[in-house]
């Protein structure tokens, strides 16, 4: 697997928006999930409808509705554009070569998703550094 994802090239795994790695799950491990523990999809979907709401309603007077389809220039210095503190990960991410531009802005767009699921109106630090481990499993 490392060898094939180390044959895309940057381009592409820019177009990526989270890269997470995720540990086998053992057989004693998938009989005991049964025990209730977890969220159902009933409750998941919950979480996206009102998140997506949410979302819609921040972008109403734009012509977008979903954070997918934001873009970049706005994000970053629109109204809404988060302050210094707040992109501080993201600008330190970017100066270094961890992060393109483009990958600034999905990460940005990851972010305002995570905050809509937390019912948050505004970024917090706390979004934008979960959105970068999610993206480059990078911390902030």
Same mark, same amino acid.
Request: hydrophobic share 45%.
């Given at each position: 697997?490392?060898?094939?994802?180390?044959?895309?090239?940057?381009?592409?795994?820019?177009?990526?928006?989270?890269?997470?790695?995720?540990?086998?799950?053992?057989?004693?491990?998938?009989?005991?999930?049964?025990?209730?523990?977890?969220?159902?999809?009933?409750?998941?979907?919950?979480?996206? =409808?009102?998140?997506?709401?949410? =979302?819609?309603?921040?972008?109403?007077?734009?012509? +977008?509705?979903?954070? =997918?389809?934001?873009?970049?220039? +706005?994000?970053?210095?629109?109204?809404?554009?988060?302050?210094?503190?707040?992109?501080?990960?993201?600008?330190?991410?970017?100066?270094?070569?961890?992060?393109?531009?483009?990958?600034?802005?999905?990460?940005?767009?990851?972010? +305002?998703?995570?905050?809509?699921?937390?019912?948050?109106?505004?970024?917090?630090?706390?979004?934008?550094?979960?959105?970068?481990?999610?993206?480059?499993?990078?911390?902030?």
């Amino acid at each position: 697997m490392r060898r094939y994802l180390g044959r895309l090239s940057g381009p592409l795994r820019d177009r990526v928006d989270i890269e997470l790695s995720v540990r086998r799950v053992s057989l004693a491990q998938l009989h005991g999930a049964a025990d209730g523990a977890g969220v159902t999809t009933d409750t998941a979907r919950g979480l996206v =409808a009102a998140a997506r709401r949410r =979302a819609a309603e921040r972008l109403r007077d734009t012509p +977008w509705t979903t954070n =997918a389809r934001v873009p970049g220039t +706005w994000l970053r210095s629109g109204p809404l554009a988060p302050g210094a503190s707040v992109r501080r990960p993201l600008d330190a991410a970017l100066q270094r070569g961890a992060l393109t531009l483009r990958g600034y802005d999905r990460v940005l767009r990851v972010a +305002w998703t995570i905050a809509d699921l937390a019912g948050r109106a505004r970024l917090e630090l706390d979004d934008v550094g979960r959105a970068l481990f999610l993206k480059k499993g990078a911390h902030a």
